[in-house]
């Protein structure tokens, strides 16, 4: 089957640094997706990581071990408008380009 | 103006009405997906079309339909609306070109409520 799990909720301090981790069991795997999204708006794609490692873009990282079936989003410096869901994805398979999602994390940043 | 647009942005309709939801993009992307949301559910895939000849059935299919008229527009329509179609509708593309990371791009969402 597929699987994606993702803490529902975070809370975190300005100026903090916060790690969502994510794990997935998917049947194929090309790709891992992170979004941000704000409530009641369209996700935005952060980062992607397809070889093991971290992938490093500004204040946001985001870690893979294909081995493991684990991802990181690692957010340095928070800010409040930080405040959003992060959507961990996965790209099933070579060529299908279909994309899992997992239920999101609830970052909530506090002053 | 934005590169992917969807109409309407909000809808109220009644159990049993037939209703379209429209997605249209500039972006010249092949492949467009449509995805619901709910609370504690995440994203989940409807349909999803990789060019105007080629229509795929996701995880969640039942009770929708789709229409690819054209590389830049593909419609989900609901043939008989049900309360617990009640939810948020994104639309997504991307490219299939290589050496591209193939993130997705999103609508802004259409907030459909079933009464």
């Known amino acids: 089957g597929q699987n994606i799990d993702q803490p529902t909720e975070m809370t975190a301090t300005e100026g903090a640094i916060v790690q969502i981790n994510c794990t997935y069991q998917?049947?194929?795997?090309?790709?891992l997706f992170w979004y941000q999204q704000h409530a009641g708006e369209a996700p935005t794609f952060l980062s992607y990581n397809v070889l093991d490692g971290l992938e490093e873009k500004g204040r946001f990282s985001s870690f893979l071990s294909r081995s493991k079936g684990y991802s990181y989003l690692l957010l340095k410096e928070l800010q409040m408008k930080d405040s959003a869901s992060y959507l961990c994805?996965?790209?099933?398979?070579?060529?299908?380009?279909?994309?899992?999602f997992g239920t999101g994390t609830r970052l909530k940043v506090l002053a | 103006d934005a590169d992917v647009t969807q109409t309407p942005r909000n809808r109220i309709t009644k159990t049993g009405k037939r209703i379209m939801l429209e997605c249209s993009q500039t972006k010249g992307h092949d492949r467009m997906y449509w995805y619901r949301q709910d609370p504690g559910l995440g994203l989940r895939l409807i349909y999803y079309s990789f060019d105007v000849k080629d229509i795929n059935k996701g995880e969640i299919s039942d009770g929708y339909s789709v229409s690819r008229q054209a590389q830049a527009k593909f419609s989900l329509s609901l043939e008989s609306a049900i309360p617990n179609q009640t939810a948020l509708y994104f639309c997504?593309?991307?490219?299939?070109?290589?050496?591209?990371?193939?993130?997705?791009?999103f609508g802004p969402g259409t907030r459909l409520t079933v009464t």
């Open positions: 998917t049947s194929g795997f090309n790709g």
């Open positions: 994805a996965v790209r099933d398979g070579p060529g299908t380009y279909k994309y899992i």
């Open positions: 997504a593309t991307n490219e299939t070109a290589t050496q591209r990371l193939h993130e997705q791009y």
